[in-house]
């Protein structure tokens, strides 16, 4: 019912920075809140970052903390992640995602209800 598309990925030196978009169409109006997660070689997928569309919080993991923002552009279906100061350890293939309810976990993957199809990070040393 949802559907999300991720674009803004790339190679980029350690220090640089990338801005990752998600845009979302379909039954928006269902959302509730979004996320961004990556997957790097040989781990599980882990949660990055996440928000709702409107009057909520911000949760990040610790180890983007200070260096990643999650944003949201209401009126254009669309939310965003900047992240800075990039390090090599930043290597993964990045996913948006979203919920149709409101759950407690933000981090927990199996709350959220649809996925992109990933855009890669390389961040190179």
């Known amino acids: 019912q949802v559907q999300l598309v991720e674009s803004g990925g790339g190679l980029v030196q350690a220090g640089g920075s990338l801005r990752l978009s998600c845009a979302a169409s379909g039954r928006t109006f269902s959302t509730y809140g979004m996320g961004w997660f990556r997957q790097a070689p040989g781990k599980e997928r882990a949660f990055v970052a996440a928000t709702s569309w409107s009057g909520g919080s911000t949760y990040y993991a610790d180890s983007v903390k200070g260096r990643f923002t999650i944003s949201r552009d209401n009126a254009k279906n669309m939310f965003y992640l900047q992240m800075n100061s990039l390090k090599p350890e930043d290597t993964a293939v990045y996913y948006c995602?979203?919920?149709?309810?409101?759950?407690?976990?933000?981090?927990?993957?199996?709350?959220?209800?649809?996925w992109g199809q990933g855009t890669q990070v390389t961040v190179s040393s």
């Open positions: 995602a979203v919920r149709v309810a409101p759950r407690a976990a933000v981090g927990a993957s199996s709350t959220y209800d649809y």
